[in-house]
């Protein structure tokens, strides 16, 4: 009896540890690394192409950048490799010049395919291939955008049992007007890119960053299960900064039939940040990408002082 104790007293004090350990590990500062410099060197938008599980710190990203005029870089690859400085590759953009490229998302089940979303709502099918990206088919807008809106985000979602591709997007809202998220049917193939009509809007708001100029969703990404994480970003309009920025959980995604998605968003007053950056921090998220096990990446777009991706983890499943 004894002895049990004792065992089950060091497991006790173990775990109390790791946890212990695991908080500290969550407070730590990120190390950051840069994948772009100057104001047209920003991660705007960031898909994963493909990632060692094996071990942090190590994958292979498209990130998109969001410059508007002709001869500046669009999309990028990088090449992050633990304890190696990134490898970022800037691609020629063949196809439609877009202006403004703020999302990217990897399309299910066809390796090399993306879909990257300006900010006026027009989004391209991009191919990547060795150092060019190239357009598949014709750009498409976003069903039910109006004059005005503003985009930050765009990702693909088809449930891990299988079943319909569904795409999700959202304004970027600003300050008291929240940002407003869609879903709805899409389907890329040999064809191109489709997107039908939405099945779901829903309001979404958050409560830091609480300065500036708030832009309550700067990125939103779909986890296998449907969990949708979303960043969100202030910015005082000056390109200096300083910015801050927040990563939360903020719902669930789900699907009613192959064709009909559904959305349930957490209220402003129920979310809680996974990461938070204060403007002392001074980074603006715009990027979020995730691998497996609550490993992260964020991206940022600090505007005179480039683009820097740090790699995370963060539970997820917790919160």
């Not at 598949?136 to 088809?158: M, T």
């Not at 500036?212 to 296998?224: F, G, T």
């Amino acid at each position: 009896m004894i002895r049990q104790r004792i065992i089950v007293s060091a497991t006790v004090c173990c775990c109390i540890a790791v946890t212990a350990l695991d908080a500290r590990a969550a407070r730590l500062p990120l190390k950051w690394q840069q994948v772009g410099t100057g104001i047209t060197g920003g991660v705007s938008g960031m898909a994963v192409a493909s990632s060692r599980q094996s071990g942090r710190g190590s994958a292979d990203v498209v990130v998109v950048r969001d410059n508007k005029k002709p001869g500046e870089s669009r999309v990028a690859t990088v090449r992050l490799r633990p304890g190696k400085e990134p490898v970022t590759k800037e691609l020629t953009w063949r196809g439609p010049l877009p202006e403004d490229l703020e999302a990217v998302d990897a399309v299910p089940g066809r390796p090399g395919h993306y879909v990257a979303l300006a900010s006026r709502g027009t989004a391209y099918e991009v191919v990547v291939r060795g150092a060019t990206a190239t357009v598949h088919g014709s750009p498409v807008e976003l069903p039910g955008k109006a004059q005005g809106d503003n985009y930050e985000s765009f990702a693909l979602w088809r449930r891990s049992s299988g079943g319909g591709l569904f795409a999700v997007w959202a304004t970027r809202g600003k300050g008291s007007a929240r940002a407003v998220v869609r879903a709805a049917p899409a389907a890329v193939d040999r064809n191109g890119l489709r997107i039908g009509t939405p099945t779901v809007r829903r309001e979404f708001a958050v409560p830091f960053p609480d300065q500036d100029e708030v832009r309550h969703i700067s990125d939103l990404k779909v986890l296998a299960d449907g969990t949708v994480l979303v960043s969100s970003a202030s910015d005082p309009n000056v390109d200096d900064g300083p910015f801050s920025s927040a990563v939360y959980k903020a719902g669930r995604l789900s699907a009613n039939g192959p064709r009909r998605a559904a959305l349930n968003l957490r209220d402003v007053q129920k979310l809680s940040a996974l990461r938070k950056f204060t403007r002392q921090d001074n980074r603006k998220i715009e990027a979020i990408a995730f691998l497996t096990k609550g490993a992260a990446i964020w991206g940022t777009d600090d505007e005179n002082h480039g683009g820097y991706v740090g790699f995370d983890q963060v539970g997820i499943n917790r919160r």
